[in-house]
């Protein structure tokens, strides 16, 4: 479908890709490369970064492995700067460090609730504060993207943080299309349905357990209930998605939410 532009939509464009290391934003990584782009790849993880970065450079693609908590400022601040000595400049964030955590409220601790806003809402705030820093020094401008969820729109039980969270990031995502404009900067938020990486497949038993029906009925009964066709949204989805707002070429598209969710949520 997108063959006729490959290769050139983010020609010579550096990108940081956080949680990078798997799912998601894995697919991301080797999606901007085949467009062009060199891709820092900021995990906590930094062998499964490493990893990716060299199986994207034995294809010939520019990339790089980076230590990162996104929850810790020096680490971010160090992480980005780490890309700047290397790639020479920023252009694209795509803030997509993420985890799940499956409680009803009652039971959810003070801890667990803090951790999970921790690194959605945290981790956005400083890699997108660092990564503003060098795209307004440039005087190029850039974009920024947030890895939102259906549950950026809609609740669900059990997912209290994460659903907050989630939420939260479009307020982020507006202030930063706002205050970018004057600089070049884009900002928007990427709203899959569910995608079926570790993220899913470790809430899948725990849903389960929660809510004492069978695996097969969390997927088809909770995770797929909604959408039109009974279908997982994909990797390769989201990259599309991610694709469209990282090559779009004016401020037209800015401040948005696009839910990719195979109709779960339809706005
Ligand atoms: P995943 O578990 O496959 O990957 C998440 C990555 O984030 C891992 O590599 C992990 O090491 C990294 N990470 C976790 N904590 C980190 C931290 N503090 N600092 C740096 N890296 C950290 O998950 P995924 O499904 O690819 O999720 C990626 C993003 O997509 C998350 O923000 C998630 O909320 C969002 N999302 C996922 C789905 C889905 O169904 N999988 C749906 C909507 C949104």
Same mark, same amino acid.
């Given at each position: 479908?997108?063959? /006729? &532009? #490959?290769?050139? !939509?983010?020609?010579?464009? +550096?990108? $940081?890709?956080?949680?990078?290391?798997? =799912?998601?934003?894995?697919?991301? /990584? &080797? #999606?901007?490369? !085949?467009?062009?782009?060199? +891709?820092? $790849?900021?995990?906590?993880?930094?062998? =499964?970064?490493?990893?990716?970065?060299?199986?994207?450079?034995?294809?010939?693609?520019?990339?790089?492995?980076?230590?990162?908590?996104?929850?810790?400022?020096?680490?971010?601040?160090?992480?980005?700067?780490?890309?700047?000595?290397?790639?020479?400049?920023?252009?694209?964030?795509?803030?997509?460090?993420?985890?799940?955590?499956?409680?009803?409220?009652?039971?959810?601790?003070?801890?667990?609730?803090?951790?999970?806003?921790?690194?959605?809402?945290?981790?956005?705030?400083?890699?997108?504060?660092?990564?503003?820093?060098?795209?307004?020094?440039?005087?190029?401008?850039?974009?920024?993207?947030?890895?939102?969820?259906?549950?950026?729109?809609?609740?669900?039980?059990?997912?209290?943080?994460?659903?907050?969270?989630?939420?939260?990031?479009?307020?982020?995502?507006?202030?930063?299309?706002?205050?970018?404009?004057?600089?070049?900067?884009?900002?928007?938020?990427?709203?899959?349905?569910?995608?079926?990486?570790?993220?899913?497949?470790?809430?899948?038993?725990?849903?389960?357990?929660?809510?004492?029906?069978?695996?097969?009925?969390?997927?088809?009964?909770?995770?797929?209930?909604?959408?039109?066709?009974?279908?997982?949204?994909?990797?390769?989805?989201?990259?599309?998605?991610?694709?469209?707002?990282?090559?779009?070429?004016?401020?037209?598209?800015?401040?948005?939410?696009?839910?990719?969710?195979?109709?779960?949520?339809?706005?």
């Amino acid at each position: 479908m997108r063959k /006729a &532009h #490959a290769k050139d !939509r983010l020609r010579d464009r +550096v990108d $940081i890709i956080t949680g990078a290391a798997s =799912g998601i934003g894995k697919e991301i /990584a &080797h #999606a901007f490369v !085949r467009e062009g782009a060199k +891709v820092a $790849i900021a995990d906590l993880n930094l062998d =499964g970064a490493n990893a990716v970065a060299d199986e994207i450079a034995k294809g010939g693609g520019g990339a790089m492995g980076v230590a990162m908590d996104v929850t810790d400022e020096a680490q971010v601040d160090a992480g980005v700067a780490e890309v700047m000595r290397k790639f020479g400049r920023i252009d694209i964030l795509v803030s997509n460090a993420g985890i799940q955590h499956i409680d009803p409220v009652v039971d959810l601790s003070l801890a667990d609730w803090r951790k999970l806003l921790a690194i959605h809402l945290d981790g956005a705030f400083l890699t997108t504060r660092a990564c503003l820093r060098n795209m307004y020094a440039s005087g190029r401008g850039g974009t920024v993207i947030y890895m939102g969820s259906v549950h950026s729109k809609e609740a669900s039980p059990l997912k209290a943080p994460y659903v907050t969270a989630k939420h939260g990031l479009i307020g982020l995502c507006k202030v930063v299309a706002k205050e970018g404009a004057a600089h070049g900067v884009r900002a928007n938020v990427i709203c899959p349905g569910f995608v079926r990486t570790p993220l899913v497949e470790k809430q899948i038993p725990e849903q389960a357990r929660e809510l004492g029906i069978s695996e097969a009925d969390v997927v088809k009964k909770v995770m797929l209930k909604e959408t039109v066709d009974g279908e997982f949204t994909t990797t390769a989805d989201v990259a599309e998605l991610a694709l469209l707002f990282a090559g779009f070429p004016s401020n037209a598209l800015t401040g948005q939410s696009v839910v990719v969710s195979h109709g779960w949520f339809m706005q």
